[in-house]
């Protein structure tokens, strides 16, 4: 048996036992999502929107003001999320997990004898601060993190690098380290996002427009500096760009607003009964700022605003599927970490 099988963690007492001063030099990638519930049950729901909604990358309120709300929240909404999340669950798990899962294997194979990949949840498990002493009890003491949010915002991107900070301030001896922000605009992606769409169009035809719906934020988290508009209006215009189409072709919306403060407009759920009112029979929604799908992507979009555009008038929502573990995401994001890693043992050149 390994010193390694009986490792538990990282403890508050203990030092870093596992990882030994001359130990072999490792490189690990970190991919971290947003994460998911154990289960779809208000009892499964509960603790895990508690850990979301309590970050204060995501409501930025002061705690006076926000506790005696969330506690509000948390009685009422569990229940309601977790019949949205059984609308999409599998025998094999959450979508989320699962797809993430599948890419981060992939991404592993592409890399192999490279890096060691491995996947982490910012909420829910597994957790940030577990797979970073997996990673170090592997041996890796260079650390590359790659969020999977194409777009950086505070709320989520920004979220995953304190959690990291977190995790490494628990280590007495924390491996080199190299964050990767966004991909917004990379070409590589770029040329994934578009591949997908095309082959989509090919196998079922193309609708009259395509709409992007990004996540929203709240309209003053960009007053305060957040570039997460910035970053959806770029990758919307390369895209654009990148399959000939015009404003008036390809158009940009937001969802999964909640609260009575303004969001990021205009609104998916508006923008999908306006367009079905405006006489618009077939409508495309491919949702880029997402990398596998999920609760947003497969119930809020397909399922929710499809109803929406059908009730309004419309004939048909389609929904064209993320990436996921696709050979064209795991090529981009493979070209990501090499580009990233440039100077570290087995990836040559200089940073």
């Excluded at 003491?141 to 628990?170: E, H, N």
């Amino acid at each position: 048996m390994s010193q390694h099988d009986h490792y538990t963690g990282p403890s508050d007492h203990a030092p870093d036992q596992n990882v030994q001063p001359g130990a072999a030099c490792e490189t690990g990638v970190l991919l971290v999502n947003l994460g998911t519930p154990e289960a779809p049950t208000s009892r499964a729901l509960k603790p895990y929107l508690a850990e979301f909604l309590g970050d204060r990358r995501v409501i930025d309120y002061p705690r006076w003001r926000w506790w005696p709300i969330l506690q509000v929240i948390l009685a009422i909404r569990p229940r309601r999320s977790a019949h949205a999340y059984a609308r999409i669950w599998s025998e094999a798990g959450s979508p989320l997990r699962v797809l993430s899962e599948a890419l981060a294997g992939a991404l592993q194979a592409e890399l192999a004898g490279q890096a060691h990949v491995a996947l982490a949840m910012r909420y829910g498990a597994p957790s940030v601060a577990a797979k970073i002493a997996e990673l170090q009890a592997a041996g890796v003491r260079r650390l590359l993190v790659l969020p999977l949010y194409p777009q950086y915002s505070a709320t989520s991107t920004g979220s995953v690098i304190d959690a990291v900070a977190d995790a490494l301030k628990a280590l007495r001896w924390p491996p080199e380290l190299r964050l990767i922000n966004d991909y917004h605009d990379d070409p590589a992606h770029i040329e994934a996002l578009a591949r997908r769409i095309e082959r989509w169009w090919g196998e079922h035809g193309r609708s009259e427009k395509l709409l992007l719906s990004f996540h929203g934020i709240p309209e003053r988290y960009v007053r305060l500096g957040d570039p997460y508009l910035a970053h959806c209006q770029a990758t919307a215009a390369r895209l654009r760009q990148r399959l000939g189409l015009d404003s008036t072709q390809l158009l940009v919306s937001f969802q999964s607003r909640v609260g009575r403060e303004p969001w990021l407009q205009p609104y998916t759920d508006a923008t999908v009964r306006r367009l079905a009112g405006e006489g618009i029979r077939r409508l495309d929604v491919a949702c880029p700022g997402f990398a596998v799908d999920c609760l947003e992507t497969l119930e809020e979009i397909a399922m929710q605003n499809r109803d929406f555009f059908v009730e309004a008038g419309g004939e048909e929502l389609r929904y064209i599927p993320a990436l996921n573990d696709s050979p064209e995401q795991v090529a981009s994001l493979a070209v990501l970490v090499r580009r990233h890693a440039q100077g570290w043992p087995g990836f040559g050149g200089s940073p």
